[in-house]
């Protein structure tokens, strides 16, 4: 039994609902009388996958483990012409469907472009199917979905987008209409979320950064990540701080190494000269395969099935282990024969690193923070990259501090002037920016940005730029703390040069290169 019959055998537990029996109801209506009358007197509207119309071909529709012949009178052009009368028009990859339903309808042509075939597959919102990485989607993490065909990526981001849509800005980005399904009015499965629908399947990177600069979301949620300018655009709208939540062209991490096109969301893969001396470090030659860059998605996770997965859950770190042939074990995530998720092997989501986290002596106080008008994603990120312990909450209550805009601040709301009268500490942001967060946390936790060490390290940082421009293959600069290394990517990011932290803290550094 194949993946796509296995997720929906596990589906069909459940009781079938007055939507799905609408929507199903609404497919079988664009088919010829005959083929309609075959479908129902077979009665196994929840075993259905698709329904085949080629012309001179006998009707066949196709169940979870068997194929019908629908009619003994092969498909006319009148047949294929009534069906397309009732449906959306195809767009530019030959995909139609009907409005306000999940199903595809998919074209096949001729050389003259004349429509000849038309496989009709059966959509079907299906809800719970997260529950086992539903941690993993609510971290803020940016989250990409790996899988064959027909194993329930599509459906596992449909449903993600409706669960995070209960509490964050979620913006859906959905080229063939598969997500949200056909017509203007999203069908209810997405939830709270928003979409945008693509015109030309060329133009997803376009609606995908438009979607960042003109409706302001938390979280946009992408299917099929396929070309190299989406790659590029997925990674403009992580560095503006936005989780994604997507889907890409491959079953494992190996294939997106392997995959010119998109191994960009891994952080890209380059080849570097090692010096003498690394190379005997490594116990490598001296050229090697490195990451050039910090990768677009946070987490990589493989789907087996809807209760099978595995999750890898610092991407720079598994991706980095595979270059040098010292894999890192994904964390595989099941559920048993009872039900229970469990969990064997790898590293669990949300935990830093060991080489960042050495950096401090002693542990830091986890501070408790309540956002007001400030992005939770953003604040969740700066805390991971500066490498400092908070929980963000939902109850002013518990809150040790509360952190907010100066726009909000002005108004003076109800809620602040209650967090002053409790004595909870409020602190004030003159704009909702990752380096403004970044700011107030490396105060809030003391961490070291005398006057001194940013202009020094940044000078140094402006020196080997130049070095580098004018010839200079590698530069290492002097080993910074964290948020130090932090501005010095940055400084390098906006010379278009490639960055990387080497070594371990408290020796940790950056080495700029060339292109």
């Not at 997803?204 to 299917?223: G, K, L, S, Y």
């Amino acid at each position: 039994m194949g993946i796509f019959e296995h997720n929906l055998r596990k589906a069909k537990q459940r009781e079938i609902s007055i939507e799905e029996e609408q929507d199903l109801e609404a497919l079988l209506r664009v088919f010829p009388p005959e083929i309609q009358d075959a479908l129902r007197e077979a009665n196994r509207g929840q075993d259905l996958l698709e329904v085949v119309m080629d012309l001179g071909r006998v009707p066949e529709a196709r169940f979870l483990d068997h194929e019908v012949v629908l009619s003994e009178q092969e498909v006319t052009r009148e047949d294929i012409d009534a069906v397309l009368a009732q449906i959306s028009p195809f767009d530019a990859d030959n995909r139609s469907g009907i409005e306000r339903t999940l199903h595809r309808i998919s074209a096949i042509r001729n050389r003259s472009g004349d429509v000849v075939g038309l496989t009709c597959r059966v959509g079907r919102a299906i809800y719970g199917t997260i529950g086992i990485i539903e941690d993993i989607v609510h971290s803020g993490r940016s989250v990409l979905l790996l899988g064959r065909p027909g194993v329930g990526k599509t459906t596992m981001l449909r449903e993600t987008a409706r669960v995070l849509a209960e509490k964050s800005r979620v913006v859906i980005v959905d080229t063939s209409n598969e997500i949200g399904g056909d017509g203007d009015i999203p069908h209810p499965a997405v939830g709270r979320a928003r979409r945008m629908q693509v015109a030309e399947p060329v133009l997803q990177h376009e609606v995908m950064i438009e979607a960042v600069e003109n409706h302001m979301p938390e979280v946009i949620v992408i299917d099929e990540i396929g070309r190299e300018l989406e790659a590029l655009a997925a990674r403009t709208i992580a560095e503006r701080g936005v989780q994604l939540i997507a889907t890409a062209h491959g079953n494992t991490l190996e294939n997106l190494i392997l995959n010119p096109t998109l191994r960009d969301l891994i952080g890209g893969i380059e080849s570097v000269t090692l010096s003498d001396e690394e190379a005997r470090h490594r116990g490598t030659q001296k050229t090697v395969l490195e990451r050039r860059a910090p990768p677009t998605f946070d987490v990589v996770i493989e789907i087996q099935d809807w209760d099978h997965v595995a999750v890898h859950a610092d991407v720079a770190q598994s991706v980095d282990g595979l270059l040098r042939n010292r894999p890192v074990p994904p964390r595989v995530r099941y559920r048993n024969e009872e039900g229970e998720i469990e969990v064997e092997g790898g590293v669990e989501p949300g935990v830093a690193v060991a080489t960042e986290a050495e950096m401090a002596a002693e542990p830091l106080k986890r501070m408790r923070i309540y956002p007001y008008g400030v992005a939770r994603n953003r604040l969740r990120q700066a805390a991971q990259e500066l490498i400092v312990p908070i929980e963000i909450l939902d109850e002013l209550d518990k809150a040790d501090v509360v952190l907010t805009l100066k726009s909000h601040y002005r108004n003076r709301p109800r809620l602040l002037v209650e967090a002053e009268d409790q004595g909870i500490s409020i602190y004030v942001l003159r704009s909702n920016t990752l380096t403004q967060i970044q700011n107030f946390l490396a105060g809030l936790f003391d961490l070291e940005r005398d006057e001194d060490s940013l202009p020094r390290a940044l000078r140094e940082t402006q020196e080997a730029i130049r070095d580098v421009i004018a010839g200079t293959k590698m530069v290492e600069l002097a080993p910074q703390n964290a948020y130090i290394r932090r501005r010095q990517h940055e400084l390098a990011r906006s010379f278009n040069l490639i960055s990387h932290s080497r070594g371990k803290e408290p020796r940790r550094r950056v080495r700029i290169y060339r292109e």
